[in-house]
């Protein structure tokens, strides 16, 4: 993480430490830095015995996905985003906090209420 004393909210979009090898597109072996959008609530997520967190993968805008699974988020000034990304829904994960390697943007509310709802949808729990 940045550093050991900041805060991390829901809505923060973070490249985490990656430990899974991925092969390119020459096969060779590579490690990598991933987008994850936060969705534990801000409490989990600042409270020291808590030592993971909950995440929904995010990608850059180049994957062939059904609609109904991500939500695109493109770069606004207020989500400071340096990319348009996909949040894929349908990947909720817990990785531990340490995995965070640096805040990339924040997701607005109206943004993160698309993306709650598109999940709900991808579980069934409307």
Request: with cysteine; charged share 20%; glycine share 2%.
């Amino acid at each position: 993480m940045e550093s050991e004393d900041q805060c991390i909210f829901r809505g923060d979009v973070w490249l985490i430490d990656n430990d899974s090898v991925m092969k390119n597109a020459e096969g060779m072996l590579e490690f990598r830095r991933s987008p994850v959008l936060l969705i534990s609530t801000d409490l989990q997520a600042n409270n020291p015995r808590f030592p993971e967190i909950v995440v929904v993968t995010c990608n850059m805008v180049d994957q062939t996905l059904p609609n109904q699974l991500y939500v695109t988020i493109m770069p606004t000034t207020e989500n400071r985003l340096p990319y348009p990304v996909q949040v894929e829904t349908y990947t909720i994960d817990t990785i531990l906090k340490s995995m965070l390697h640096l805040r990339i943007g924040h997701l607005t509310k109206d943004e993160m209420a698309l993306v709650s709802s598109k999940i709900m949808m991808v579980l069934d729990l409307d």
